[in-house]
């Protein structure tokens, strides 16, 4: 399944590493990837394919997780939601 990762807060090293190693973990495929870093502010957008048998809630819930850990957002959606919500 097709889903979006956001990832949004103040900029420090090993983001994008912690974020894209527990991907690996769950068997995340990353497709495209966008970074800035604003002000000092670091915005992330990741397109991901998930494995067919993995439990989005608890995807979710693992990068929510880890968000609170790194003192970031991270949050996932599925990327008809993401789409929808950002065509005007």
């Known amino acids: 399944m097709r889903a979006v990762v956001t990832v ?3 900029d420090r090293k090993g983001i994008i ?3 894209s190693a ?3 973990e ?3 495929n990353i497709e ?5 870093i ?3 502010q670091f915005a992330m ?3 991901v394919e998930t494995a067919k048998d993995e439990d989005f809630s608890a995807l979710s819930a693992a990068l929510d997780e880890l968000g609170k850990s790194i003192g970031m957002s991270v949050r996932l959606q599925h990327a008809e939601i993401f789409d ?4 005007v």
């Open 45 to 47: 957008i990741m397109m």
């Open 8 to 10: 949004a807060g103040t």
């Open 84 to 87: 929808a919500m950002h065509n």
């Open 26 to 28: 769950r068997d995340v």
């Open 22 to 24: 527990l991907l690996y």
């Open 38 to 40: 604003l002000g000092g």
């Open 32 to 36: 495209d990837i966008s970074q800035t």
């Open 17 to 19: 590493a912690k974020v």
